[in-house]
């Protein structure tokens, strides 16, 4: 294998997402997926272990997932059912004397995907299709029939609820998704935890290969993605005690999950602060909040030669009605001349305002905004709140960014 930058094992949702960024910043690297064949070597300068639950780069590492000492057994099955269950087009579980099962319905009005959780010492590799659907029967029942006209897709896995004890070695290997972290699949959140792992690593190795950023950034990923790893399993542990045992009230599990559904919509992630974010130097009183920034720092930041909006892109958000807004009134820092035509951009501004063709975003009102002060808000290229400043504040914005100042050499590690 020749030499490359970054060297990805797995081609999973972690990989994947962490493969989108290296392409976007044109880092050299290599996606390994598992097949038959000769063992190869090679160098790389960083690698991602993406490769799943069984991961060899962890184990290579000599790292251990702590945990669960046994592993749950489920069943999932997409399947057309045949039923008079009112229920079927609703996410929901079902608690009964015989087995609990959680209802996904999915894409297209008639497939459903159930999870069923098998009895404690169920082997999954002994389980077949017809212990699933009759399983699935029994819960049904006596209240519901439960028939099945295909069912298009089925499995059987063992999972426990597992974090791994190191994410990172010398800020060079990094683990991500089911790699470091494991559960039960109840709050659909595997694929979504994974996927934000890829990302956050993505666009911090690149920014450091890129020479954009000091490789210090890199621990950000380890702080920020494990506390998110063992939120998550602390959360599926109660979740699952909860789904488990009979409920204390009826509804108990409903009010629960309904409580959940901001967490696990993933609308809860708090980070602590680093050099990639600024909460306490925040004025979240006025963000619920929106920004100006001035030009000289975007200019600062950006390597000659690159558009203006490729490492900060401002946008914009008037409150002011969409009839008495000119073009004119509007800096050029929010419409800049970019890409191969050199063209101005016009999609950085945005009023909000009742439009005859897009309705109204009431932005202002959604996020709180007093539109006589205004808001500056960060966000970083994973989508997360860094720092919530006022209007103006040109040394808070200042302060956040200097910390991820260009780094003077390309390379990762020299
Ligand atoms: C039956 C089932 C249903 C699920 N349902 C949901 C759901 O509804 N919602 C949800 O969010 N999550 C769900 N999950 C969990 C979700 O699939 C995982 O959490 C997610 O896929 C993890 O992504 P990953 O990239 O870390 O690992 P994976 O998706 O496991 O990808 C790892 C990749 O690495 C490759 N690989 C392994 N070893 C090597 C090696 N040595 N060299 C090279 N390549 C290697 C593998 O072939 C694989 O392609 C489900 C899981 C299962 C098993």
């Keep these: 294998m020749p030499k490359t930058d970054v060297l990805i094992v797995g081609s999973g949702s972690a990989g994947i997402f962490a493969a989108t960024w290296l392409t976007l910043f044109r880092i050299p690297f290599t996606m390994l997926e598992s097949r038959p064949g000769p063992l190869k070597t090679g160098q790389a300068d960083g690698v991602q272990g993406c490769d799943g639950a069984h991961s060899t780069v962890r184990r290579s590492l000599n790292y251990h997932m702590l945990g669960d000492s046994t592993d749950t057994v489920w069943g999932v ?6 039923t008079n269950f009112p229920d079927i087009r609703r996410k929901c579980t079902i608690h009964s004397s015989a087995g609990n099962l959680v209802i996904i319905p999915r894409e297209g009005g008639s497939l459903v995907r159930f999870y069923i959780q098998l009895p404690a010492g169920s082997s999954p590799k002994n389980t077949t299709l017809d212990d699933l659907h009759a399983a699935a029967r029994a819960i049904f029942a006596p209240s519901y029939s439960m028939d099945f006209a295909a069912t298009s897709w089925w499995s059987t896995y063992a999972i426990g609820q597992r974090l791994a004890d190191h994410f990172h070695a010398d800020l060079r290997v990094f ?21 934000q792992d890829g990302y956050n690593i993505g666009w911090k190795l690149s920014s450091v290969l890129s020479g954009l950023s000091p490789a210090s950034i890199l621990s950000s990923y380890v702080l920020e993605r494990s506390k998110t790893a063992a939120d998550l399993i602390a959360f599926d542990r109660e979740l699952t005690q909860l789904f488990a045992r009979q409920e204390g009230y009826e509804g108990e599990f409903a009010q629960y999950f309904t409580r959940s559904g901001r967490y696990m919509a993933g609308f809860t992630a708090r980070y602590e602060d680093s050099l990639v974010t600024d909460l306490a130097g925040s004025e979240e009183r006025v963000a619920t909040g929106f920004s100006s920034i001035l030009q000289h720092l975007i200019s600062r ?30 800096p050029e820092l929010f419409t800049p001349v970019t890409g191969k035509w050199r063209m101005r951009d016009l999609h950085k501004t945005y009023v909000d305002d009742e439009h005859y063709n897009n309705g109204h975003g009431h ?9 006589e002060e205004g808001a500056v808000v960060i966000v970083r290229p994973d989508q997360y709140v860094a720092k919530v400043l006022r209007f103006g504040d040109v040394e808070g914005v200042e302060a956040l960014f200097k910390g991820s100042e ?9």
């Design 406 to 414: 260009l780094a003077r050499s390309r390379k990762f590690v020299s």
């Design 175 to 195: 683990l991500t998704g089911d790699a470091c972290h494991t559960h039960s699949p109840k709050a659909g959140q595997g694929m979504n935890v994974s996927l």
């Design 363 to 371: 932005a202002y009102e959604k996020y709180g905004v007093d539109a």
């Design 77 to 82: 099955m997409d399947i057309y059912p045949i």
């Design 301 to 330: 930041f950006t390597p000659s030669g690159q558009d203006p909006d490729s490492i900060i892109e401002p946008l914009l958000v008037l409150s002011s009605p969409f009839l008495s807004m000119s073009d004119a009134l509007i």
